[in-house]
């Protein structure tokens, strides 16, 4: 479905990317996992041309998207923001509605989606008239799941969208998303640092280090046989943290029993 | 006072069209201009560079220096259009800036969001970046509609009628009144419009329907009633008036008033009044076309409009010179001397000349190094001012240019000791001042003469007629009292210009 091929991204003589393939089945959730800087926006950004490769192409359902508009493309592809740029000026319902607007979309038939993704992504439909800024950052962050998802697209596209938000809210909101991705058959890159999260939701997990792609395959791979150290010690982290918790949880048992 | 008021339906009116027009125009040009220059980089620095200079030039010399400019490119000069376009780039900063610094002003990540939603540059900017550049933006509108309306009453000088015609005439004949009803109608007209447009801000911003709609509305009446009273005289085939200029001084607003009564009386033909006129402006507008009639002295259009540096010429030498000028050169007629001189006249405390026994120009000589000499700001740098200082070995003290209105008052308070004074001001005498007598005829002749265009003579020459009975109808002494009436006693000059009109047809009844 979305077909990364030698994926190049240069700035000066600065490589944020290289070489970057990438084949995502339909259907599919691959997670781009990696930490700060190593290039995952940039790669995601390159598949909707908010960003344009240095070399490299990106197919989708086989059509090279360098030639298409790219305003046409990015109307097919979902694309939720690591800052969630929601537009101040307008209410809840006309951020959603924003891409069938561009589409043309009959009103009526962008009225009854609206209604439809706020109750998808478990808002209240009381919300909509509301301007963003009077909204929580959770609540914020659906409606952007929302507003990409509003013009039906089949690929989507996300980039930490739920990176500032509190253990709890994340946990519910990725498991919404969760559902409604395999409601709608999405085919989705979903960037992270979070290593819970890239277990969580990933069918595959792509590990990112320095522009480069170190090592693709599922969660069970990824854990059971690491490409190199890197990988290893990115994997090992919850593990590491699991064994803090436990650790915690019997000294307080110890304490309690002395 | 209701004289005054009577006057504001059409002055306010005026007023309305230049602001209005004005500022549609300045938007018009720098909301386009600042989009394009936060499209296009190379264009930010220069178009804000250009406005910025403009700013600087002092609102009254841009206006004044519109009317070359447009004489130039013969356009009019004189009245409307000058005014407009002096307005108009003055409005163009303060909205272009706020423009330009509105859209520079939204956050990258919003401008990103634009596009993954899929908008296209176009409606990214329509949909996104002008919305929320849109309260800066209006922030520049209001600062150009404040700064318009103020600016507009500088437009009385290049012969836009506006609320400056209080304003000027009032510091002129020293009404106060006038002055502040000129300020306070131009004051209410700033909030009125700054308002407007603030409630159409809050309609857009916070989406109040009917606060918009009410605004807009209001905003459109405006409009059309600018418009339709802008478009009224172009449509309907009314008689011409015959228009009557004035200079910005006493003299001038009572004799303007006094011919456009005269001609009303003796043709029956309607006749307007263009006041407040800049010295050359008056000149000019005659020549144009914009005026048809007004009073000028011929040593004025010797100096000025023929450029004579001799000034030295006889009384009937300069008079025929500037007939011949005015007729050979320029199409007009000099249809009548007038009677009286209105020349300068140096002129000392009654008591102070006493007491230093002064009876001539020539006596000043010996005691000038102690003395400070106070004159309008034309005089000092006319030709007679060298002229008189050389003929005389002149060397005072101090040289200070002040307005005429405040020159009486600096000579009376013992500011200055000397000051230059015009032989018709009725002031001489009621400051108790003494002309020094100017036995070596350095100040030139300025004999009072009525000026009248082309289209006189070609379309109206029953007015021309009228005109010439007005030769020899005032002299000095009369023009000195029908100064000294508006200047101290607070007369209003169409008063005074009425009552010489009726005793002058009593007087030439048969
Ligand atoms: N416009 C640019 N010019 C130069 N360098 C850039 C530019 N944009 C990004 N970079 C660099 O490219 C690298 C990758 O950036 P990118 O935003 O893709 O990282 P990331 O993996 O998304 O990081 P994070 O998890 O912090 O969001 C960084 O080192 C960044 O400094
Ligand atoms: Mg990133």
Redesign the pocket.
């Known amino acids: 479905m979305i077909q990364a091929d030698g994926l190049t991204k240069r700035?000066?003589d600065?490589t944020?990317?290289d070489g970057f393939s990438l084949n995502v089945k339909a259907g599919e959730l691959v997670v781009l996992l990696?930490?700060?800087?190593?290039?995952?926006?940039?790669?995601l950004k390159m598949i909707n041309r908010l960003i344009e490769p240095t070399a490299g192409s990106v197919r989708l359902d086989g059509v090279d998207t360098a030639e298409l508009p790219p305003h046409e493309l990015r109307r097919r592809i979902g694309y939720v923001f690591?800052r969630i740029g929601l537009f101040p000026h307008m209410t809840v319902g006309e951020n959603v509605a924003v891409t069938p607007g561009l589409l043309g979309w009959p009103l009526e038939r962008t009225a009854a989606r609206v209604d439809e993704l706020l109750e998808l992504v478990e808002l209240d439909p009381a919300l909509r008239d509301r301007r963003p800024s009077e909204l929580s950052g959770g609540q914020q962050q659906r409606v952007g799941v929302a507003r990409a998802l509003a013009a039906e697209p089949r690929v989507m596209l996300l980039?930490?969208p739920f990176g500032a938000l509190d253990p709890v809210t994340r946990e519910r909101l990725q498991q919404s998303f969760l559902r409604i991705r395999t409601r709608l058959a999405l085919t989705t890159v979903f960037?992270t640092?979070d290593m819970t999260e890239a277990l969580t939701l990933a069918d595959r997990i792509g590990v990112?280090h320095d522009?480069r792609l170190l090592q693709l395959g599922t969660p069970r791979d990824l854990l059971t046989r690491p490409a190199d150290d890197y990988v290893d010690r990115l994997m090992s982290t919850p593990r590491r943290q699991a064994a803090v918790v436990d650790a915690l949880i019997g000294g307080t048992t110890a304490e309690a029993r002395s | 006072m209701t004289e005054l008021l009577a006057l504001l339906p059409s002055y306010l009116t005026a007023h309305l069209q230049l602001t209005l027009l004005a500022l549609l125009l300045s938007a018009g040009i720098s909301v386009p201009l600042g989009i394009a220059a936060s499209r296009i980089t190379w264009l930010e620095q220069p178009s804000l560079a250009l406005a910025g200079i403009i700013q600087t030039v002092p609102s009254l010399a841009l206006l004044a220096a519109m009317v070359p400019v447009l004489a130039a490119l013969d356009l009019q000069s004189i009245g409307f259009l000058p005014a407009i376009v002096g307005l108009t780039l003055y409005g163009v900063l303060p909205v272009l800036r706020n423009t330009v610094t509105g859209i520079a002003g939204v956050d990258p990540a919003l401008r990103e969001a634009a596009r993954g939603v899929g908008m296209t540059a176009r409606q990214q900017l329509l949909l996104v970046e002008l919305p929320l550049a849109m309260p800066v933006i209006v922030a520049g509108i209001r600062t150009a509609t404040v700064w318009v309306v103020g600016i507009a009453t500088l437009s009385t000088p290049v012969g836009a009628t506006s609320l400056g015609n209080y304003i000027f005439s009032g510091l002129q004949t020293r009404n106060y009144a006038a002055i502040l009803v000129g300020c306070v109608a131009a004051a209410g007209l700033a909030l009125l419009l700054d308002g407007l447009v603030r409630a159409i801000e809050v309609g857009l911003v916070r989406r109040r329907r009917g606060r918009l709609a009410a605004a807009l509305g209001a905003v459109a009446v405006l409009y059309a009633y600018a418009g339709i009273t802008l478009a009224a005289p172009l449509l309907g085939d009314r008689e011409r008036p015959i228009v009557v200029g004035a200079k910005s001084f006493t003299e001038q607003y009572i004799l303007s008033a006094a011919i456009a009564g005269w001609v009303e009386r003796e043709t029956g033909r309607p006749t307007a009044l263009l006041q407040s006129l800049g010295s050359l402006v008056a000149f000019d507008a005659v020549d144009t076309g914009e005026v048809d009639v007004y009073v000028d002295y011929t040593g004025t259009i010797w100096a000025n409009e023929m450029g004579r540096a001799q000034i030295r010429a006889g009384r009937a030498e300069m008079l025929d010179g500037v007939r011949d000028f005015l007729e050979d050169g320029h199409g007009m007629t000099l249809a009548a001397t007038l009677g009286f001189e209105n020349t300068y006249a140096l002129t000392v405390r009654a008591e102070h000349a006493e007491r230093l026994g002064l009876r001539t120009i020539g006596d000043l000589a010996d005691h000038a190094p102690r003395l400070a000499i106070g004159a309008d700001v034309e005089f000092f740098a006319r030709p007679e001012w060298p002229a008189v200082r050389d003929t005389y070995g002149l060397d005072f003290r101090e040289e200070r240019a002040m307005d005429a209105s405040l020159m009486y008052q600096a000579a009376a308070t013992e500011e200055v000791d000397v000051i230059s004074a015009y032989t018709t001001d009725g002031r001489i005498a009621a400051y108790d001042l003494r002309v020094l007598e100017d036995d070596r005829g350095a100040i030139p002749p300025y004999d009072a003469i009525l000026v009248a265009g082309a289209r006189l003579a070609a379309e109206a020459p029953d007015v021309l007629d009228a005109l010439a009975r007005l030769e020899g109808a005032i002299d000095a002494e009369r023009m000195r009292s029908m100064n000294l009436r508006v200047d101290e006693r607070g007369e209003d000059p169409a008063t005074v210009a009425a009552a010489f009109v009726e005793t002058l047809s009593n007087d030439r009844a048969p």
Do not use: I, P
């Open positions: 700035y000066g600065a944020v990317v990696g930490g700060s800087g190593s290039g995952k926006t940039t790669t690591q980039d930490e960037v640092h990112m522009g």
